[in-house]
């Protein structure tokens, strides 16, 4: 049976809902706010830092230590801004979307305790510009919100237009101050000269959607909740074949077996596992034999992959890898912003080549060059899009060689 | 509201001397005209006091921005890993065969164009399929004809 546990993103969303103020009020909503108010803004960071939440966006940075890179006004007496990054656009991750959808005003809690904690009264929401259904629900929840509630502060919901990059921080606020959405160079950090050159945190959704039950209940009870390096629950998007895929949230150290066969059901109609990418798409895949693993990150690294923004995509027996790595391989190939030569050529020339093994047009040579084209250009760009993109093309073709290598015709 | 006056509104929202407007004010401009022809681009730009060229580098760099003109509606249908392990390719297949069109195209009355799309963030729901923007999930090949008849219905 899945491990029971206690939900604290969604709590109190199963019965009532949570996208209408009166209903959020009514399970303590924006109790968090007043406290966090009557507290000064560096005891709120305190507090964060004690409570081990680590970033959900994927870097997995911690999250109190982050905020306390703001310098004061202080020393920096412009406006200080807090984005928040809703662009959620890694293939296999869903959470985003789903915490939007189903308790806006929590997330919008967060928002404004994280903005008092930095001193901002500036917040800017970067959402996927796909997701219109969310950002409905998020714009309807905004209007609902009393003054008094919004204490000066305003909050700004920013579309994007359909962009993978623009989840990666620096391109997220390029794309928010009217430009492509390409990454820059750090340092500087946002946290000192982010958004419009000004002191900027950038948060992912699931994180701020956490911090009012970290203010409300404790850090020691939220980090309690985890592991050693994290604190809290954590939220998987499974997708691809289990009878129950859906948003889970479940232990930071749940293994991936019991997310599979506990959470989810198992494999449909009696199906094989194949393998199993544990971090969405950027993630190096894991075998079926690979999955007695345990989510955390530490776990994960060890394995050899990466919990990055927690997308499962299951794979069955029924799914050829090559046919998998070349859809992966055309995504990055159609995402990579442009601005590094390492990423922009070789993930084009490594989609061709994936596309013509798949058409039986393969040659001998392809599978080595792909992975030494592959392992050169890791490390060598701007942002870590390239390295995620190398993820999948080594791991896919190291750990089911043979797969690619019988679809390549023998005198090629 | 004008084009003109709906920008200008929107450019208020945003720090003084940034581009942020470029966005919504493009989304603005296709909501009104359907896709971005260069007039429009122009119109665009010179409401933000900016070049055409710059309103069209940043048009054509976002996918959401059509620049050439698009049926009265839109099928997007996500063809990314998750989409794809549960029969998203027969989506496209009988979208094509339904509408006589192929991916990247308008059917022949002008009514609808499909593309296939990256990650609509769906996946748990798959296969997606954006209909005029609005997501229809666990769509099957076996649910197209409906959904092809519903759009292009009334004939």
């Known amino acids: ?412 | 509201m004008s084009l003109y006056e709906a920008i200008q509104e929107v450019r208020s929202i945003y720090p003084e001397d940034s581009e942020s407007a470029v966005l919504p004010a493009l989304r603005l401009a296709q909501e009104e005209h359907g896709w971005l022809s260069p007039e429009v681009i122009r119109e665009v730009a010179d409401a933000l006091e900016v070049t055409p060229a710059f309103v069209k580098s940043i048009a054509s760099y976002y996918d959401q921005f059509h620049l050439a003109p698009v049926g009265e509606h839109l099928v997007e249908v996500c063809t990314n890993v998750s989409c794809a392990v549960v029969g998203a390719q027969q989506v496209v297949e009988a979208f094509e065969g339904g509408l006589g069109c192929h991916a990247g195209e308008t059917s022949a009355d002008g009514k609808v164009t499909l593309r296939t799309v990256e990650c609509l963030g769906g996946c748990g729901w798959a296969t997606i399929v954006a209909i005029d923007s609005h997501y229809r999930t666990h769509v099957k090949a076996s649910d197209v004809p409906a959904i092809v008849e519903e759009l292009t219905g009334g004939d």
């Open chain 1, 1 to 412: 049976m899945a491990t029971e546990v206690e939900k604290i993103v969604f709590a109190g969303a199963d019965d009532r809902d949570l996208t209408k103020l009166a209903e959020y009020e009514a399970v303590g909503g924006y109790e968090a706010l007043a406290k966090a108010r009557a507290m000064a803004p560096q005891d709120v960071t305190e507090e964060l830092i004690t409570s081990e939440l680590r970033g959900r966006g994927g870097a997995f940075f911690p999250t109190g230590r982050k905020w306390s890179f703001v310098p004061s006004k202080d020393q920096i007496p412009k406006p200080h801004y807090l984005v928040v990054n809703a662009d959620e656009s890694e293939p296999g991750s869903f959470k985003d979307n789903e915490i939007i959808s189903r308790v806006p005003h929590r997330f919008i809690e967060g928002c404004l305790i994280t903005a008092h904690a930095i001193d901002s009264k500036h917040v800017f929401v970067y959402i996927r510009g796909e997701y219109s259904g969310p950002y409905e629900i998020l714009v309807n929840a905004l209007e609902e919100i009393p003054k008094d509630v919004l204490g000066g502060v305003t909050i700004v919901v920013h579309r994007g237009a359909g962009a993978y990059i623009c989840g990666e921080e620096t391109g997220l606020l390029s794309s928010l101050e009217g430009k492509k959405g390409w990454p820059k160079i750090k340092p500087p950090f946002p946290a000192i000269k982010g958004a419009f050159g000004q002191p900027t945190i950038v948060n992912n959704v699931e994180t701020i959607a956490a911090v009012p039950h970290i203010i409300n209940r404790g850090a020691a009870w939220f980090a309690g909740l985890g592991t050693k390096t994290q604190g809290g629950t954590r939220l998987y998007s499974v997708s691809g074949h289990v009878v129950k895929p859906g948003v889970v949230e479940a232990p930071v150290s749940v293994t991936l077996r019991s997310l599979i066969y506990d959470h989810c059901g198992g494999i449909p109609d009696g199906r094989r596992l194949k393998a199993v990418v544990p971090g969405g798409s950027s993630a190096p895949i894991l075998t079926a034999d690979e999955i007695d693993v345990s989510m955390d990150a530490d776990g994960l690294k060890a394995a050899g992959t990466m919990i990055g923004s927690a997308g499962v995509i299951v794979m069955d027996e029924t799914v050829s890898i090559p046919e998998a790595l070349m859809v992966v391989a055309r995504f990055y190939a159609h995402e990579s912003c442009g601005q590094c030569t390492p990423c922009r050529e070789s993930t084009g020339w490594i989609y061709k080549m994936s596309h013509r093994i798949v058409e039986g047009k393969g040659r001998k040579e392809d599978l080595d060059t792909i992975l030494d084209v592959a392992k050169r250009g890791a490390g060598t760009t701007i942002c870590a899009f390239y390295d995620g993109a190398v993820g999948p093309y080594v791991s896919y073709i190291e750990k089911f060689r043979e797969e690619f290598e019988a679809l390549i015709p023998r005198d090629a």
